[in-house]
């Protein structure tokens, strides 16, 4: 959903180490820092992801304008330019210097190449279709799990949904399935994140981070669909959309 903010990174970290366990358990981590983006990431920053390669973060605006790398602290550090996009609202790394990147309405992915101080568009890309056009509630998050390979991906709303997709984006050809009908007690959905980009190895690395903006809390979910745990973020904001590791 498009809302004209102030965004911020928000920094989580546990209070015990990481324990190899059922569950990561969020109601064990606090708040530690927060650390305002960069103008150039429009007047809404929609989607977050680190980058293993580089160390840094990379973010987009939903208006399809930018993408902003970020140090860890928000200092900027270069910038690519999109040409063609309307609503990006979701943005993940795939390693190579790749990335996908999620277009709400359009409900589409697409696989582009980072390049500083360059410009894409979107007609050049390679993309797949996860529906049809959507007004305004569609695809809000998109995260790859590096050790299988899928996607997964969240529609926001009417009806929420949390997709698992196989796509070859060099023929664009694929396929996506419901991972499972959301009944997570929150208003919209808006991100995703695996475990398995940075905790892999971990007894809990199947799960998965699904974030909502309108609740304002951090689920950490099962891949059946269990709430194993959570974390209230209505304390520190109303406007945050994105989540990474």
């Known amino acids: 959903m498009?809302?004209?903010i102030l965004a911020a990174c928000l920094v989580l970290s546990s209070s015990a180490a990481v324990?190899?366990?059922a569950m990561l358990d969020l109601s064990?981590?606090?708040?530690?820092?927060?650390?305002?983006?960069?103008?150039?990431?429009?007047?809404?920053?929609?989607?977050?992801?680190?980058?293993?390669?580089?160390?840094?973060?990379?973010?987009?605006g939903d208006e399809g304008r930018t993408i902003v790398e970020v140090s860890r602290t928000g200092t900027p550090i270069s910038t690519m330019n999109?040409?063609?996009?309307?609503?990006?609202?979701?943005?993940?790394?795939?390693?190579?210097?790749?990335f996908v990147i999620a277009e709400e309405?359009?409900?589409?992915?697409?696989?582009?190449?980072?390049?500083?101080?360059?410009?894409?568009?979107?007609?050049s890309l390679a993309s797949f279709s996860l529906g049809g056009r959507n007004n305004n509630?569609?695809?809000?998050?998109?995260?790859?799990?590096?050790?299988?390979?899928?996607?997964?991906?969240?529609?926001?709303?009417?009806?929420?949904a949390v997709y698992e997709a196989t796509i070859d984006f060099n023929t664009g050809t694929g396929s996506y399935t419901n991972l499972f009908l959301p009944n997570?007690?929150?208003?919209?959905?808006?991100?995703?994140?695996?475990?398995?980009?940075?905790l892999a190895g971990n007894a809990f690395d199947q799960n998965l981070l699904i974030y909502s903006q309108e609740s304002r809390s951090l689920l950490e979910v099962s891949r059946s669909g269990q709430v194993l745990s959570r974390f209230d973020l209505s304390r520190f904001t109303a406007t945050a959309e994105g989540v990474t590791i």
Do not use: C, H
């Not at 309405?105 to 007609?123: H, K």
């Not at 695809?139 to 009806?159: C, L, Q």
């Open 28 to 60: 064990r981590y606090t708040m530690t820092q927060e650390f305002v983006l960069p103008w150039q990431t429009a007047s809404e920053s929609s989607a977050i992801t680190y980058n293993w390669d580089t160390g840094t973060l990379f973010v987009v």
């Open 82 to 98: 999109l040409s063609g996009f309307e609503d990006t609202e979701g943005l993940t790394y795939i390693g190579g210097g790749q």
């Open 184 to 198: 997570l007690g929150v208003s919209d959905i808006s991100d995703i994140q695996v475990l398995t980009t940075t």
């Open 105 to 123: 309405r359009e409900q589409d992915l697409y696989r582009l190449n980072y390049t500083a101080g360059g410009t894409v568009s979107r007609g």
């Open 137 to 160: 509630e569609g695809i809000e998050g998109v995260s790859y799990d590096p050790r299988t390979g899928k996607y997964y991906a969240v529609k926001e709303k009417n009806p929420q």
């Open 19 to 21: 324990q190899a366990q």
């Open 2 to 4: 498009i809302k004209k």
